[in-house]
């Protein structure tokens, strides 16, 4: 998938505009989902150009959450190509574990458009991946996660130097496991409230392009705290690398 995060992107994570804010429900407790009421917005640039912007806004639906994430470029690339990408993602808890059900995205990139869904069909063991309304199924085991949960269930994670983590996903028809790497040293850096913070530093190897970050190497620099903020992020695409940089976050709890 494209999702912007080439630019050209990330993500991601989770890449990932000004932050619109959702019900008062946002703020329901769910078993297995610590940051439903987060939102965050984004500066995405390409070296040392300002390319873009992005928003993820993490709500509460139907008894499981629903994750909103919205990229554009500014107005001088969208002379070269104009970019406005939506990808929502969906979960459910189920037995406290982690189950994404819904993954869908509409991306707007230059003369390319598609709409793309995909349902985890989790009670079944399979996945629906529908594009240009034809409609394909896919042996998935249930527990498997899109990769905008994937970001979340990292988070989620008590992350210590020198660990590798195996996440497994459903992306882009492949079915298989995202590995993270957490690195041995932590960076300090300063957050858009302010103050420094150190940071956990961790480098996911993606298999499929995701909403900050082309498919290959990347970073993420995370708080080194229980919700684990991403400040930073990075990848390196066939041409230079792309960042992301946390300019604004909220939580309503």
Same mark, same amino acid.
């Given at each position: 998938?494209?999702?912007?995060?080439?630019?050209?992107?990330?993500?991601?994570?989770?890449?990932?505009?000004?932050?619109?804010?959702?019900?008062?429900?946002?703020?329901?407790?769910?078993?297995?989902?610590?940051?439903?009421?987060?939102?965050?917005?984004?500066?995405?640039?390409?070296?040392?150009?300002?390319?873009?912007?992005?928003?993820?806004?993490?709500?509460?639906?139907?008894?499981?959450?629903?994750?909103?994430?919205?990229?554009?470029?500014?107005?001088?690339?969208?002379?070269?190509?104009?970019?406005?990408?939506?990808?929502?993602?969906?979960?459910?808890?189920?037995?406290?574990?982690?189950?994404?059900?819904?993954?869908?995205?509409?991306?707007?990139?230059?003369?390319?458009?598609?709409?793309?869904?995909?349902?985890?069909?989790?009670?079944?063991?399979?996945?629906?991946?529908?594009?240009?309304?034809?409609?394909? $199924?896919?042996?998935?085991?249930?527990?498997?996660?899109?990769?905008?949960?994937?970001?979340?269930?990292?988070?989620? $994670?008590?992350?210590?130097?020198?660990?590798?983590?195996?996440?497994?996903?459903?992306?882009?028809?492949?079915?298989?496991?995202?590995?993270?790497?957490?690195?041995?040293?932590?960076?300090?850096?300063?957050?858009?409230?302010?103050?420094?913070?150190?940071?956990?530093?961790?480098?996911?190897?993606?298999?499929?392009?995701?909403?900050?970050?082309?498919?290959?190497?990347?970073?993420?620099?995370?708080?080194?705290?229980?919700?684990?903020?991403?400040?930073?992020?990075?990848?390196?695409?066939?041409?230079?690398?792309?960042?992301?940089?946390?300019?604004?976050?909220?939580?309503?709890?």
């Amino acid at each position: 998938m494209k999702y912007f995060a080439t630019l050209g992107v990330i993500w991601l994570f989770t890449v990932w505009l000004p932050v619109t804010s959702h019900a008062a429900t946002a703020t329901k407790a769910l078993p297995c989902m610590p940051y439903v009421g987060e939102q965050f917005s984004f500066d995405v640039g390409w070296e040392f150009i300002n390319a873009g912007s992005a928003t993820m806004n993490i709500s509460a639906k139907n008894q499981g959450w629903q994750v909103k994430t919205f990229a554009r470029t500014n107005k001088v690339l969208d002379v070269f190509k104009k970019v406005r990408d939506t990808i929502t993602a969906e979960g459910l808890c189920v037995n406290g574990q982690m189950q994404s059900t819904v993954f869908d995205a509409d991306l707007k990139e230059r003369k390319y458009s598609a709409k793309k869904y995909v349902r985890f069909l989790w009670k079944k063991n399979q996945v629906s991946y529908t594009q240009h309304k034809n409609t394909e $199924l896919f042996d998935v085991p249930a527990g498997h996660l899109s990769v905008i949960d994937a970001f979340l269930a990292v988070r989620k $994670l008590d992350l210590t130097p020198g660990q590798t983590l195996n996440i497994p996903v459903f992306d882009s028809r492949k079915r298989y496991e995202v590995i993270v790497n957490v690195m041995d040293k932590k960076k300090r850096l300063k957050t858009p409230w302010g103050e420094e913070v150190d940071c956990i530093v961790i480098k996911p190897k993606l298999k499929t392009e995701g909403i900050f970050a082309s498919k290959g190497e990347m970073t993420i620099w995370m708080t080194d705290d229980k919700r684990h903020i991403p400040i930073k992020m990075r990848a390196k695409i066939k041409f230079g690398r792309v960042f992301a940089h946390l300019t604004g976050y909220s939580s309503q709890k």
